[in-house]
């Protein structure tokens, strides 16, 4: 058995996954990788000159607030804190605290700047030496290992930095929403105790894989045919 956070047991796969009312949503591109960075400072758009950072290879595991977790992935991207450093940093007049993250599946949530700045926080366009496909995040996703799925917005389009924290409808139940959802914490909801929703989050996942694999596959003969 490896050493797994508390309340995790391994999975075999690493299966597409995410709430059930984005299993039926899909990117519309793919292909080009277009940021927008935007909040309290004036938006600007990043794209080709992510290539401009050095590339970097991470092996991590990934932790589904459900209770699943995928060990040992190589993911291939630029770090979060390289990009930030670069590109947002020169472009801010007061410190930023907080950041909202979008997809283009209309997925979005949040996290405080300080964990996104952490050195295994990376922007991954690449798993296990391919170019991101749809089932995890084409064509750029944000990887955060220390935090639970939710807090890895897969087809990432925005960035919102902000000095404090915001109010806004977020992609998830609201209960579920935890500001950090740190797995080694067990924060895996907003109120109560992490351990409680162990056991409620994991009676779903079976059919939510179910699920998302149904739609992945309608989704590809529409596009074949
Ligand atoms: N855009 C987007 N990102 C998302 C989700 C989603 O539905 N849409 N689901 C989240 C959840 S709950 C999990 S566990 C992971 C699943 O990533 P995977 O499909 O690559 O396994 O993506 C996260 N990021
Ligand atoms: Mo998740």
Redo the contacts with the bound molecule.
Sequence with gaps: MKNLPPGQKESEV??????PQ?AN?FPKEVEKIEIRIGGELEEFIISNELNTLKRVDQTSD?H???TWS?TGLNWSGYRFRDFYTEFVLPRLQNEMRYVILK???G?KTSLPLEDLLHENVLLADRLDGLPLNI???APM?LVAPDH???K?????NCMEFYADEQVFKT?LYDFIDHPRARVVYEERAKKGPGFFFRYLYRIGVKGTIKD?EKALAEYRAAKNS
């Design positions: 690493f299966p597409r996954f995410g709430l984005y949503r990934f589904c607030v459900t995928k997809s283009q599946d997925y089932e995890h995040g996703r639970y799925g939710y890895n917005p897969k087809y990432i992609g998302y």
